[in-house]
């Protein structure tokens, strides 16, 4: 086990830098330089300013844009091996520093809307595998389906209308994280605050993915629960509840481990919208910001931690299988 593990570490390594060389290759080609966008700020608002090509040659020197693009993409690899990803265009702050400061709130709502998605949507694909085919079934399918279309922009638009205090009820806080001068309250305070705060983009995180899980989790449980060893099961006299929990739950999972690697990113790209939306100065609304103001530094930086967290999460589910399946063993992925 430990050296399947070692093997897919040191398997990152090489995936890590690929993503990385298309990701920097792209943003060099893209239009618009960071050059011109920095000397644009500079003369905002100044009507005398005059930009030369003199000028222009000396903001790309400065941010080291008059180099090849194979020399730049060496030295942002040589410094994202000591986690240094160099200083931000915008306010030449480093950007480990900004990334360090949003990263934690983008990994609360993540991890907090991961354990939302599995707590509610497995019961219920378990619960609505028995009830297959009744009305209250039918009824919440054709429910989350309609919850699966619904664009997250607008659900998030809705929620602050009828529960933001916009035209109705004034019940969750709709900017930031925690309240203004909330850092010297006692802790349970705190703890209330972020609660309310962190609520409504939760749910905007959360409800097309249990649309999705829960369904997922349905249609498992229901292959599993027509098998042959249920039946026996059955003929046993075992009970039902025994039935599900002991026998069919554990080989009905080996499908919502596989969703793990594949919601993780998904959620992780959906917080630049609630994050922009909910004005929560986190990872996705940092991109966002650095992605308009051809920020390369921080984008690079950005997309090089959202990689190395799928591939992580990638990682945690095929370990995740063998531990749900025992048939399955490191040894044979070896081979």
Same mark, same amino acid.
């Given at each position: 086990?430990?050296?399947?593990?070692?093997?897919?570490?040191?398997?990152?390594?090489?995936?890590?830098?690929?993503?990385?060389? #298309?990701?920097?290759?792209?943003?060099?080609?893209?239009?618009?330089?960071?050059?011109?966008?920095?000397?644009?700020?500079?003369?905002?608002?100044?009507?005398?300013?005059?930009?030369?090509?003199?000028?222009?040659?000396?903001?790309?020197?400065?941010?080291?844009?008059?180099?090849?693009?194979?020399?730049?993409?060496?030295?942002?690899?040589?410094?994202?091996?000591?986690? /240094?990803?160099?200083?931000?265009?915008?306010?030449?702050?480093?950007?480990? /520093?900004?990334?360090?400061?949003?990263?934690?709130?983008?990994?609360?709502?993540?991890?907090?809307?991961? #354990?939302?998605?599995?707590?509610?949507?497995?019961?219920?694909?378990?619960?609505?595998?028995?009830?297959? !085919?009744?009305?209250?079934?039918?009824?919440?399918?054709?429910?989350?389906?309609?919850?699966?279309?619904?664009?997250?922009?607008?659900?998030?638009?809705?929620? #602050?209308?009828?529960?933001?205090?916009?035209?109705?009820? /004034?019940?969750?806080?709709?900017?930031?994280?925690?309240?203004?001068?909330?850092?010297?309250?006692?802790?349970?305070?705190?703890?209330? /605050?972020?609660?309310?705060?962190?609520?409504?983009?939760?749910?905007?995180?959360?409800?097309?993915?249990?649309?999705?899980?829960?369904?997922?989790?349905?249609?498992?449980?229901?292959?599993?629960?027509?098998?042959?060893?249920?039946?026996?099961?059955?003929?046993?006299?075992?009970?039902?509840?025994?039935?599900?929990?002991?026998?069919?739950?554990?080989?009905?999972?080996?499908?919502?481990?596989?969703?793990?690697?594949?919601?993780?990113?998904?959620?992780?790209? !959906?917080?630049?919208?609630?994050?922009?939306?909910?004005?929560?100065?986190?990872?996705?609304?940092?991109?966002?910001?650095?992605?308009?103001?051809?920020?390369?530094?921080?984008?690079?930086?950005?997309?090089? #931690?959202?990689?190395?967290?799928?591939?992580?999460?990638?990682?945690?589910?095929?370990?995740?299988?063998?531990?749900?399946?025992?048939?399955?063993?490191?040894?044979?992925?070896?081979?």
């Amino acid at each position: 086990m430990k050296q399947y593990i070692a093997k897919r570490i040191l398997l990152l390594i090489p995936t890590l830098l690929g993503i990385s060389l #298309i990701t920097f290759a792209i943003i060099n080609m893209a239009p618009g330089s960071p050059a011109n966008a920095r000397i644009a700020q500079i003369f905002a608002g100044e009507a005398s300013g005059e930009v030369t090509a003199e000028l222009i040659e000396q903001t790309k020197k400065l941010y080291g844009l008059d180099k090849p693009i194979h020399v730049r993409y060496w030295e942002w690899v040589k410094g994202m091996a000591t986690f /240094d990803f160099g200083e931000s265009f915008k306010d030449h702050r480093p950007v480990i /520093d900004k990334i360090l400061e949003a990263l934690p709130i983008t990994m609360i709502l993540n991890i907090l809307s991961m #354990i939302a998605l599995y707590l509610l949507a497995i019961p219920w694909g378990i619960y609505s595998s028995r009830i297959a !085919g009744s009305k209250l079934d039918r009824a919440v399918t054709v429910g989350l389906f309609v919850l699966y279309s619904l664009p997250t922009f607008w659900v998030a638009t809705m929620l #602050i209308l009828f529960l933001g205090g916009g035209e109705f009820l /004034d019940v969750f806080p709709t900017y930031g994280y925690e309240t203004y001068g909330a850092e010297s309250w006692p802790f349970f305070a705190r703890l209330w /605050d972020w609660t309310l705060h962190l609520f409504l983009p939760l749910v905007c995180m959360s409800y097309g993915g249990l649309a999705l899980l829960s369904r997922y989790a349905r249609v498992s449980m229901l292959e599993v629960i027509h098998q042959d060893y249920i039946r026996t099961a059955r003929a046993k006299g075992l009970s039902e509840k025994v039935i599900t929990l002991k026998h069919a739950l554990r080989n009905s999972l080996l499908p919502l481990i596989t969703l793990v690697a594949s919601i993780f990113p998904s959620l992780f790209g !959906g917080s630049v919208i609630i994050e922009t939306i909910f004005s929560i100065s986190g990872l996705g609304k940092l991109g966002f910001e650095a992605i308009r103001s051809n920020d390369y530094p921080v984008v690079m930086a950005i997309t090089t #931690i959202s990689a190395l967290l799928t591939l992580v999460g990638i990682l945690i589910s095929d370990l995740l299988y063998v531990v749900a399946d025992p048939r399955i063993s490191f040894e044979e992925r070896e081979a």
